[in-house]
């Protein structure tokens, strides 16, 4: 048994744990006004193979609705990622958005950024977004339109971006690592802060799914190679950009072996870090299918049937994945088990066992045991509202207000335990950024915080 806390899904702390989803990832449509060759659902107009995405009807906006009031009953805090193929391209997703914000949900449009103009934009924020996540593949234009088979397709995504900056609605840049920009990972973080002005950069790495499957990955020694040099990008932009692994858990891994300059890392309650999909992650297809994870295309059912509460406590295949102590190979003997877990839709993508090791990781069991003893993670407890014992100044109850409300709870401890520490009585915004400042990585109180939080590995298409 790998030490640290108890094993995803072992018992009833693990089911209290995975109550909710604190993100879900909602593919709207499979149509696409870009063409990309990685694309994990297939979006666009050719013909599709596969039998996961045979279906390609879409929710109405009535139905959409219901989603939305599901959502909204079942778990209020969560982040509401919007997505697609595009989701702009639906004619409704300003009615979409502003029902969803109007239920108080975190909602996140997940975009290649192709379609932002200054007017959307400003539409998009006045009805209640609070972020945006674009893909950039690559510093040529040329080569990220051939990767996204769309000429300019990188312009209009930088304008995207420029726009995005003028009207004051934040985003995330996020890379999908392979041939085309291995050599170039640093330019492109410099590029996403100094630029476009990215608080935040994610690197995704391929998971085969959909177009995906067909588009050559890295090796297991080329991936360690990308996740070392991450680690160090993560590093130099420590406190300006938070930088992370995407669809990769055992970056963990590599972190733990960077010595003491990395981030301390982390698990979730449960034993579940890493790999969030279905305990604190889920998706849903366009047609209403519910999965653990949209880059895995095994479903637990429709929400055309069944509710969604029902489909996340119940579904056998919501509950399998869960146990983290019934993974197979080295990922079931695996000390970080309970802060990486391994690939889900890789494992599943590669050997057809979604419980199988993840293929890509080159970790030999037992050699970081030493490690993770020393260092014994705090289990995270996110979505748990925290009593207040401290007053706080209204300027610092607004800026709470701009982090996801899922993370709220564990940021008021983390800070009133701070201001006792060091004698502060009242919580003020001067208090909160001094806090901020001494963060290794801007993840809250910035002008925002990440637009998605930081559990999930898919904060939009990639
Ligand atoms: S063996 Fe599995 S659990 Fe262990 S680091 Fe690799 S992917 Fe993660
Ligand atoms: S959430 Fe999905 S893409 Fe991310 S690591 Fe888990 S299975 Fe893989």
């Known amino acids: 048994m790998p030490p640290g806390p108890e094993p995803a899904g072992a018992g009833s702390a693990a089911r209290?744990?995975?109550?909710?989803?604190?993100?879900?990832?909602w593919n709207l449509t499979y149509r696409c006004n870009l063409a990309c060759e990685?694309?994990?659902?297939d979006a666009g107009p050719a013909a599709v193979d596969s039998p996961a995405f045979a279906d390609r009807s879409e929710l109405s906006t009535e139905g959409c609705f219901r989603v939305v009031d599901e959502i909204a009953a079942f778990a209020p805090e969560c982040v509401t990622i919007l997505t697609g193929g595009e989701p702009l391209l639906r004619r409704d997703i300003v009615e979409i958005v502003r029902y969803g914000a109007g239920k108080g949900l975190w909602i996140v449009v997940g975009t290649n950024g192709v379609k932002i103009t200054q007017n959307l934009a400003r539409i998009l924020r006045d009805e209640g977004v609070r972020g945006l996540a674009l893909s950039l593949d690559a510093l040529d234009p040329e080569r990220h339109d051939a990767f996204r088979r769309v000429?300019?397709?990188?312009?209009?995504?930088?304008?995207?971006?420029?726009i995005l900056t003028r009207v004051g609605l934040p985003f995330i840049v996020q890379t999908t690592v392979g041939a085309h920009n291995r050599g170039e990972l640093g330019a492109i973080a410099e590029f996403a802060h100094d630029e476009l002005g990215a608080k935040v950069w994610n690197l995704y790495f391929l998971v085969p799914s959909g177009r995906g499957a067909f588009v050559s990955d890295l090796d297991r020694g080329e991936y360690d190679g990308v996740l070392a040099e991450l680690a160090a990008i993560q590093r130099r932009w420590s406190s300006r950009m938070l930088v992370n692994a995407?669809?990769?858990?055992h970056f963990v891994r590599t972190l733990l072996t960077a010595g003491d300059?990395?981030?301390f890392p982390k698990t979730f309650a449960g034993g579940a870090g890493g790999c969030p999909a279905g305990t604190h992650y889920m998706g849903i297809r366009p047609n209403g299918d519910v999965t653990p994870c949209p880059y895995l295309p095994l479903f637990a059912g429709n929400l055309r049937q069944h509710g969604l509460r029902e489909l996340w406590d119940s579904s056998e295949l919501f509950q399998k994945i869960r146990r983290r102590d019934h993974l197979g190979g080295r990922c079931g003997e695996c000390e970080l088990s309970s802060m990486c877990g391994g690939c889900r839709a890789r494992a599943y993508g590669m050997t057809g066992d979604v419980m199988a090791e993840d293929p890509l990781c080159s970790h030999v069991p037992g050699t970081l045991r030493d490690a993770v003893e020393r260092l014994r993670p705090a289990a995270v407890a996110y979505g748990e509202s925290a009593s207040r014992t401290l007053a706080w100044e209204p300027a610092a109850e607004e800026r709470m207000q701009r982090i996801p409300?899922?993370?709220?709870?564990?940021?008021?401890?983390a800070v009133e335990s701070w201001c006792e520490k060091n004698d502060v009585t009242v919580v003020t915004a001067e208090v909160l950024e001094g806090i901020r400042a001494r963060m290794?990585?801007?993840k809250v109180f910035g002008a925002y915080a990440t637009p998605s939080g930081e559990a999930p590995d898919d904060s939009s298409k990639a």
């Open 16 to 25: 209290a744990a995975f109550e909710r989803p604190y993100v879900v990832s």
């Open 38 to 41: 990685h694309c994990y659902l």
């Open 151 to 162: 000429r300019g397709a990188w312009a209009n995504t930088v304008e995207g971006a420029r």
């Open 246 to 249: 995407k669809c990769a858990p």
């Open 261 to 263: 300059e990395a981030p």
């Open 405 to 413: 409300a899922f993370v709220r709870g564990m940021v008021t401890r």
């Open 440 to 442: 290794p990585t801007p």
